[in-house]
């Protein structure tokens, strides 16, 4: 009987299960893709039981159910915090302490009640910890410095660790308030997104800005000795019940951006007035220096773990290393030989972090092959598509293997598919599993992509997926870079010549967030791309999320039927089916 | 094993009792003494509010004898 | 209970509609709820054993989309949303208010009172339009809105009502199962009043042992420093206990 392992990461956002047997992962897929709720943070009970089921077990096969966090410790945290922050912390005392004593802090008890396991089979694992081993355990080195960025888990917020074959040994931390994911998601708020969300929606306005106010920005955020510290004065995380940035912020940084204003900076002013163009730019400058600040203070950190750790590879993960730009300059600039970052490398992730974690330090067994892919989550079998196509009466054609060189034909023709092959994609990224595909060349694709199908802002860039055998033609792709480029988790610039061909995907500073397809790990994928290089002579497609605006990636055909009906797009291709718009 | 375990009602009131325990053992292991009674009064204000969930539907008039 | 909740949901609409500020609130409340219904309509797409009923599902999760989004639209137009708009496009708000959650409806209640559920709540639905309509309210855009709106929901209204008959036929004791549906409702509003009320009240005890317990503890406790610091120990032994401990 092999060994089962759950991996849980819940309670703050984007919760997630991951089930592996005997450490190679059966099952990852995060609740929001059963539940339908962007980000939800729900313990993942959806997302288990299907795991299971993918498995063919029950929860009594599962050895050991493993926890993301130490629950007793953010406790501590935010009890300490609470303490120290008397009397400003009058507001979120209450209601922090509801939240723990009725509830958050009886863990143990709330997991067996929700998963069915007895108290003895479950695990906790360190917040900074699972984020670590989700970097370290999948990849393929055996010998590597690993940097954790995020918001909080515990007490840490960035730390630096040594990987050693199945051993992760901490090397030092950096401690709440002080924290770079809380410093971005505060200027985030102050930009007018939401936390947790909008941070790429600031990359992307960043690229619209110059970096013109770090002379006002570098009092907030200070490096020093290889970390980093804070101006604590600026901000009240650490003492509000809701707001990241205190009152001061707003003195120095003037007054925030209205959630949902247009956006209209010197470069797209789509006739605004000048006070308009003005206030744009200023946002945007705001987001250029603050980007500027967290790609130097990521360089900076990663040149510490060079000296401190002194390994030819970085293994990197936080919420912080989803900033593509950011990991970009650190394979191109940063001391290490080869970056290395895994798909779900926000909260999410500390599920399958938590879940090897336990394999290989608890247990102590040997490391296996390096994760390659990312289509690790939901699936349905092609005879349950055919039965739900035909009860909905839709309009298909079941092309067999052929999908992928039809699906070439149709982007050629200036078709904008939805694409969904296989199981969804682990993290955030769709990568080919489920997504919008369109033809890259034209800034019209662009345009009616987002008119007709995501509906989002129009300042942020869609990306380009190229095969891999094409990748330098079109990209500038720094060595260590190629690692996370496979997951789309590096933006670096498009070369000159390729800019004008590559329109609808190369943003207005001249980069892009490029995936680059193996056909070994993406074969459908591989093909489709090909394909369509084959008919246009360019072997790459625009490539953006399958979901509509506000709701999560799509992960079942019902989902993808009701997307597409919803949507403007011209066909849907779910697994071997081709599917037209209903008349 | 069976298939579906769920805790009982005893289970769960034993479990937090090991919860509660693992706080304060956390707490003088790290040598920070002077925060145990500010925990227990918290604990202890934990199992009332966890009481008052259970019962939550009565919760109105409970606060009103308060 | 005809003639009684009519006359509630005049006095109701009377007033609520009127208050500054509280269209915007409702017309969210709203998008929320047809955003939720969706969802429970895709779900039930998704588990049904009765395929012939499949595409009505289908149809009836899409107009509730549409309807989200007309509401939604309506919100914005309004103006001076505040947290009204927020409430729109965040999800959680969906769980906050016992919209959605757990497990789906269709899964709680199985399809036979999954229907008398939905027949139930739509006719409910177009009661209450009809109200607003019948008083003018809120304003002439949005009452056009609502006229479409109403025209779909007279749909689901009338293929639930359908399926109920049969059930009845079947000697399924549907009616019983709308009564209990709609004191559930009841019910479940008062929780929601006494979970609030609960935590008003949690807060305030809190708060007040805040000010009365913490401040001698302030002079003990600092926050952490910025920069490199090291890693606290961890307990040695075995990893397995480690592993169990702190949680």
Known sequence: ?583 | MSENYQPSKLETTLMRFGTAGALLAMLTRGGRWWMLPLVLVLLFVGVGLLFLQSIHYVAPFIYMVF | MGVLRRMWLTVASEVSWRLPGRPQRLLAAFALAERGSMLDMLAAVEATDRRELRKKYFLHALDEGRHALVFAERVRALGQLGRAEAAIEDSGKLVEAGIVGGRTLFERLGEPEFLTFVYVAEADAVEQFRVYLDRGLPDTRTQDELRGILKEETFHVSYSRAEVDRYRKEGLPVDWWATRLRLRRLWEGWLRFSRDFGAVMSAFWLGVLYLLVMAPFRLLARLEPGGWQTPAGRPGGDPLVAARMEG
């Open chain 1, 1 to 583: 009987m092999p060994t089962y392992i759950l991996g849980i990461s819940a309670l703050y956002h984007d919760s997630a299960a991951v089930l592996l047997r005997d450490g190679e992962v059966v099952a990852a897929v995060q609740e929001e893709r059963f539940s339908r709720l962007k980000h939800d943070p729900a313990l993942p009970v959806r997302a288990a039981r299907w795991c299971l089921a993918r498995a063919g077990i029950t929860i009594a096969d599962v050895a050991w159910l493993v926890f993301y966090e130490k629950p007793l410790r953010k406790f501590d945290r935010i009890l300490s915090t609470s303490v120290a922050t008397f009397p400003k912390s009058w507001a979120a005392f209450p209601r922090h302490m509801r939240a723990w004593l009725g509830d958050k802090l009886w863990l143990r008890g709330n997991l067996c009640e929700a998963f069915g396991v007895r108290p003895d089979r479950v695990l906790f694992c360190e917040h900074h910890l699972s984020h670590a081993a989700s970097a370290f355990f999948p990849s393929p080195h055996r010998d590597a410095a690993i940097l954790c960025v995020d918001g909080v888990g515990e007490w840490a917020t960035t730390s630096l660790w040594r990987g050693r074959d199945t051993a992760i040994e901490p090397v030092a931390e950096v401690r709440f308030p002080h924290s770079l994911g809380l410093y971005y998601s505060a200027i985030t708020a102050h930009l007018g997104f939401a936390v947790n969300e909008g941070e790429f929606k600031v990359m992307g306005m960043a690229a619209y800005g110059q970096p013109r106010f770090r002379a006002e920005m570098d009092r907030l955020l200070k490096l020093d000795d290889g970390g980093f510290s804070l101006d604590l004065d600026y901000f009240a995380w650490h003492w509000h019940p809701s707001q990241a940035a205190s009152p001061k912020l707003e003195q120095l940084l003037g007054p925030p951006r209205y959630p949902g204003t247009p956006f209209t900076p010197r470069a797209t002013p789509e006739g605004a007035g000048e006070a308009e163009i003005a206030a744009s730019q200023r946002y945007a400058d705001l987001a250029a220096t603050a980007q500027q600040q967290i790609e130097e203070a990521m360089l900076h950190l990663a040149r510490h773990a060079k000296a401190k750790v002194g390994t030819e590879a970085l293994c990197v993960a936080g919420g912080v290393a989803l900033n593509s730009v950011a990991n970009h300059r650190v394979a191109a600039e940063g001391p290490f030989a080869n970056l290395w970052i895994q798909p779900a490398a926000g909260d999410a992730g500390g599920a399958l972090g938590a879940a090897l974690w336990a394999w290989h330090s608890v247990l102590g067994n040997p490391r296996g092959p390096a994760l390659e892919r990312a289509d690790l989550g939901r699936d349905t079998p092609l005879d349950r598509t055919r039965e739900l196509l035909d009860d909905l009466g839709a309009r298909y054609e079941d092309v067999g293997d052929d999908a992928p060189e039809r699906a070439g034909d149709d982007l050629a023709a200036g078709k904008v598919i939805g694409w969904m092959d296989g199981r969804c994609e682990w993290g955030p990224r769709a990568l080919g599993h489920r997504s919008i595909l369109a033809d890259p060349r034209r800034p019209e694709t662009r345009d009616a992509v987002n008119v007709r199908v995501k509906y989002r802002e129009p300042f942020r860039p869609f990306a380009p997926s190229v095969v891999a055998e094409h990748a330098d033609e079109y990209f500038d792709i720094p060595a260590a870079s190629r690692e996370p480029a496979r997951f789309m988790l590096s933006t670096g610039p498009v070369r000159e010549s390729a800019r004008a061909t590559l329109g609808a995907t190369t943003h207005v500073d001249g980069t892009a967030r490029v995936q680059v397809v193996d056909a070994g790990t993406s074969p459908r994928y591989h093909r489709v791309i090909s394909r369509f290089g084959a008919e246009t002579g360019v072997p790459v497609v625009l490539n953006t999320s399958f979901n509509l605006k506000g709701e999560p990636v799509v992960s079942s055909p019902v989902d993808a039927m009701a997307s597409f009906v919803r949507s403007g797009l011209d066909l849907l291709y779910i697994d071997n089916f081709r599917v037209e718009r209903p008349r």
